[in-house]
C-alpha cells in the first residue's frame, strides 16, 4: 500500500522560508514514480506548485513560483524548499506520486495523495 506522509507545514512571516518534506512509502523498489506538490486554498481549486520526475532531470514549476520555490528529491523523499513566501502562499499543500517518468501539472495525472500540511503566511 502506497502512503505518503508530508512534514513541515506551518506559519510563518512574508519574506520567511519553509521546507515540506514527503516520505513515500509501499512501492517496489523498481517502481518508477514522479513527485510533486500541489496545494488549495479555501474556496480555490487545487493548484499545481512543482512537480519533479524520478531522475530529477525534469522540474515543472507553476507560474507563481517564479524561482521561490525549488523541489528536490533524495531516495523516497520529495522535498519542497519555499523561499520569500507571500502571504497568498497560505495554503493547505498536498504531495503527490504518480509512478512512470513524466511530469503532470494536473491533479488528474496523479495517483496517490497525502493528506495535506497547513503553511500559514502572515503579513
Known amino acids: 500500500q502506497v502512503r505518503l506522509a508530508e512534514s513541515g507545514g506551518g506559519l510563518v512571516q512574508a519574506g520567511g522560508s519553509l521546507r515540506l518534506s514527503c516520505e513515500v512509502s509501499g512501492f517496489t523498489d523498481n517502481t518508477y514514480y514522479t513527485g510533486a506538490w500541489f496545494r488549495q486554498a479555501p474556496g480555490k481549486e487545487r493548484e499545481f506548485v512543482s512537480g519533479i520526475n524520478w531522475g530529477g532531470r525534469i522540474i515543472l514549476d507553476g507560474d507563481f513560483v517564479k524561482g521561490r520555490f525549488l523541489i528536490s528529491r533524495e531516495k523516497s523523499t520529495v522535498n519542497l524548499q519555499m523561499n520569500s513566501l507571500i502571504p497568498e502562499d497560505t495554503a493547505l499543500y498536498y504531495c503527490?506520486?504518480?509512478?512512470?517518468?513524466?511530469?503532470?501539472?494536473?491533479?488528474?495525472?496523479?495517483?496517490?495523495w497525502g493528506q495535506g500540511t497547513q503553511v500559514t503566511v502572515s503579513s
Open positions: 503527490a506520486v504518480s509512478p512512470g517518468y513524466g511530469v503532470g501539472r494536473t491533479p488528474g495525472f496523479y495517483e496517490y
